[in-house]
């Protein structure tokens, strides 16, 4: 299985903070790696595919780099509604994966 | 519009099997292309890929859990079933069905709201 490690496990940011959460696969996967959004008791909400493409409805704050193992999920200025769990997710070969979640917290 | 909704019991016995239906609608799974995963989430803990069927009945499954799990789809129900052998008390979880096409990168777009099933006796 490909192993996916994200960075850091918790952060705390203030609003209109820049944040930054990396991903890391065990082995290349391309461009196939996915970020989400978990809110408590919700369902995830795609954010990002193929590392870079904006979900439609997606707040233009957000964007994905990174291709081969190394990946990065930007928000530009940190919003209330952004205090929430992120998710990698690798998809370039089955099992696919997730990384365990970086959580964002109001500092 | 496409909307998925997970059903199933939210009570299981140790040893019993789980039997899960993912309901959808706004998309076929005899689309070229087209698939519905299962994931799940214990409590406080992350994301678990289960398993995966696709447009043309190709099933992919955790290797970890391969044993357990049969995933099936009926194309005329827009449905997709997921059973789960041997249920233990590590498998209470929330458990979500998905919707995904290569054309979002393989990812999942659409989400069922997910069902908590706990295991106990």
């Known amino acids: 299985d490909i192993q996916m490690t994200q960075s850091p496990s918790s952060l705390s940011a203030s609003v209109g903070d820049r944040v930054t959460i990396t991903c890391r696969a065990s082995q290349s996967i391309s461009s196939y790696l996915n970020w989400y959004q978990q809110k408590p008791g919700k369902a995830p909400n795609l954010l990002i595919y193929?590392?870079?493409s904006l979900q439609s409805g997606v707040p233009s704050r957000f964007s994905g780099s990174g291709s081969g193992t190394d990946f990065t999920l930007t928000i530009s200025s940190l919003q209330p509604e952004d205090f929430a769990t992120y998710y990698c997710q690798q998809s370039y070969t089955t099992p696919w994966t997730f990384g365990q979640g970086t959580k964002v917290e109001i500092k | 519009q496409i909307t998925l909704k997970e059903s199933g019991p939210t009570l299981v016995k140790p040893t019993q099997t789980l039997t899960l239906t993912c309901t959808f609608s706004g998309f076929s799974l005899s689309t070229s292309g087209v698939g519905v995963g299962w994931i799940r989430q214990p409590p406080g803990k992350a994301l678990e890929w289960l398993a995966l069927i696709y447009w043309d009945d190709d099933k992919r499954y955790s290797p970890s859990l391969k044993s357990r799990l049969t995933i099936t789809k009926d194309t005329s129900k827009n449905q997709v079933v997921l059973t789960m052998t041997n249920m233990d008390p590590v498998d209470t979880a929330t458990f979500y069905c998905?919707?995904?096409?290569?054309?979002?990168?393989?990812?999942?777009?659409?989400w069922g709201q997910g069902t908590l099933v706990t295991v106990s006796s």
């Open positions: 998905a919707h995904t096409t290569p054309y979002g990168g393989n990812s999942f777009d659409y």
């Open positions: 193929a590392a870079s």
